[in-house]
């Protein structure tokens, strides 16, 4: 890379200005051995030199970037690449949020989900998955649900994924009714029946010796036409065993 570098230094003093080709080279180069802080350097050198850098070595860059989970020296390029006449695209917007999102930075994504609206770019299935997927993890499951409104109401429709990331969160805030409720709303709006969730359910609730709750979401389960497998039927026997002990110890005494 060092030879090649200098036999760029050399085209730029004798009056040749290096192609969209010769730069895409040079940074997939630094790229390829991990270098990529000389990539970026090599980027801002060229542009010293009036050379003008290409939508794909941006994008390219920026990619790498989130891959390294360095969100915020991408979105620093991506800035740089605004200023420099290119226009970002979905795809790039998505690989900002979801390395955002990985890093739990939850209010820079949704600045940037909002810049895309600004700028009449769409989010799509991407967007919202890592968005919501984020917010559940952070507590925040109320926020990502609200958010399934605003996708439906632009033509996206949830998946699996978004629902179990929900699911998961409402778990974790130890609301069991608004996870069970979710799952009957997804079932029922988007016909996805996750019978993973459901069994995740009666484990909980079995676990807590309610075993009426677990036996209701059972029934739920049959009248959606979900039937039960191995998994459904070890949480139900768990959960009547605690039961059973918990009775039986209250009679003891």
């Not at 069991?176 to 009957?184: E, F, G, R, V």
Request: aromatic letters at 8%; charged letters at 25%.
């Amino acid at each position: 890379m060092q030879e090649s570098r200098s036999l760029l230094h050399d085209m730029i003093w004798n009056g040749i200005s290096p192609d969209s080709f010769t730069c895409w080279v040079l940074v997939e180069g630094y790229g390829k051995e991990g270098k990529l802080l000389s990539a970026l350097n090599l980027v801002v050198e060229l542009q010293r030199f009036g050379v003008s850098i290409a939508q794909d070595i941006y994008c390219y860059l920026i990619a790498a970037l989130c891959q390294e989970n360095r969100p915020f020296a991408a979105k620093n390029l991506l800035e740089r690449m605004t200023q420099d006449g290119q226009k970002p695209e979905l795809e790039i917007y998505n690989e900002l949020i979801k390395s955002f999102c990985h890093c739990d930075c939850i209010a820079e994504a949704l600045r940037l989900k909002k810049e895309m609206v600004d700028k009449k770019i769409k989010p799509n299935l991407v967007t919202y998955g890592a968005v919501i997927d984020c917010l559940s993890r952070l507590g925040r499951s109320m926020e990502g649900e609200s958010l399934v409104g605003e996708m439906v109401a632009s033509g996206v429709v949830p998946d699996l994924a978004i629902c179990r990331a929900l699911f998961n969160g409402y778990c974790r805030e130890n609301d069991i009714d608004k996870a069970q409720s979710l799952l009957s709303f997804f079932a029922k709006e988007f016909q996805i029946h996750d019978t993973e969730s459901f069994n995740a359910l009666i484990r909980i609730t079995g676990g807590k010796g309610d075993i009426t709750s677990s036996l209701e979401i059972q029934d739920m389960m049959l009248k959606m036409g979900l039937l039960p497998n191995p998994l459904t039927c070890k949480y139900v026997i768990d959960g009547l065993w605690k039961a059973w002990r918990v009775d039986s110890a209250s009679l003891v005494k």
